[in-house]
């Protein structure tokens, strides 16, 4: 009975994650709005406040927002690639090397700021730190094939 209903919530959340409408447009408008709203519902010790951005399956976009003095455990996507534009703010972003702990080593690391385009081959470890106030982004998560 137990895995009956397991698997029928599973059924559930998923018909539910497939019958998301795409979303294709959002206005400046709605970014600042997006960006007002992770500063005051950000917690205090969260690494990165997350939103979605933009829907069209199976892409997928999301605005991160990141603060100073709280640095984002490094990760590695191995099935996607991942196009980052800077919004607003400054930091570390470091690709390449190995995952070792919460972050990279061995990696490449470089500032960004506003404006910067970043992209991230699939399988390569990468890590956001070092961030001065602020750092919004725009990641748009691209499966490989």
Known sequence: MRIFLIVM?????AVALAQQPDNTFVSAADVDAM???????????QANFIQP???????????????????????????????????????????????????VEGGTSRKISKGDYIFVPENTPHSFT??????VIMSIHVPRG
């Open 9 to 13: 919530v599973a059924g559930f959340a």
């Open 35 to 45: 960006v007002a709203k992770a500063k005051t519902d950000r917690k205090p010790d």
């Open 53 to 103: 951005l933009l829907r069209l399956a199976p892409y997928r976009a999301n605005l991160e927002y990141r603060i100073e003095g709280v640095d984002t455990p490094a990760t590695i996507h191995e099935k996607e690639a991942e196009l980052i534009y800077v919004i607003d703010g400054a930091g570390t972003f470091t690709t390449g090397g190995k995952l070792s702990g919460t972050g």
């Open 130 to 135: 070092k961030t001065e106030g602020r750092l």
